[in-house]
C-alpha cells in the first residue's frame, strides 16, 4: 500500500509563487512516474504535470507550461510542484499520484493519491 503526503499549500497573492511537496511512503512505494493534478471548485480534476522517477523527464498541461515545474529527491520519495506568476485561476485542491507507467496525463493511468492542498490565488 502506498501513501502519499501532500503540503505547501496557501493563500497568496496573484504573481506569487509556491512550492509544493508530496512524500510516498509504503512497501510498495515503487513509481514509474509522479505526477501532480489539480481541482478546481465544481470542476474536473485535469493534468498538472508528470515527472519520470528513473529518467526525470517531465510533462506539462498546457495552462502551467513556462510557470510551474515539477522536479524530485528520490532519496526522499519527494517530488515538488514548483508554482510561479500564479494566477487566480490556479486556486485549486492539488493532488499528487502515483503511477506504473511514464507519460499519461489521464486519471485512470495514476494508481494512488494524496489527500491533496488547497491553493488559493487571490487578485
Known amino acids: 500500500q502506498v501513501q502519499l503526503v501532500e503540503s505547501g499549500g496557501g493563500s497568496v497573492q496573484a504573481g506569487d509563487s509556491l512550492r509544493l511537496s508530496c512524500t510516498g511512503s509504503?512497501?510498495?512505494?515503487?513509481?514509474?512516474?509522479m505526477g501532480w493534478f489539480s481541482q478546481a471548485p465544481g470542476k474536473e480534476r485535469k493534468f498538472v504535470a508528470a515527472?519520470?522517477?528513473?529518467?526525470?523527464?517531465?510533462i506539462y498541461g498546457d495552462s502551467v507550461k513556462g510557470r510551474f515545474a515539477i522536479s524530485k529527491d528520490s532519496a526522499k520519495n519527494t517530488v515538488y510542484l514548483q508554482m510561479n506568476s500564479l494566477k487566480p485561476e490556479d486556486t485549486a485542491v492539488y493532488y499528487c499520484?502515483?503511477?506504473?507507467?511514464?507519460?499519461?496525463?489521464?486519471?485512470?493511468?495514476?494508481?494512488?493519491w494524496g489527500q491533496g492542498t488547497q491553493v488559493t490565488v487571490s487578485s
Open positions: 499520484a502515483v503511477s506504473g507507467r511514464w507519460g499519461h496525463t489521464k486519471l485512470d493511468a495514476y494508481d494512488s
Open positions: 509504503g512497501r510498495t512505494f515503487s513509481p514509474v512516474a
Open positions: 515527472i519520470s522517477w528513473t529518467g526525470g523527464g517531465t
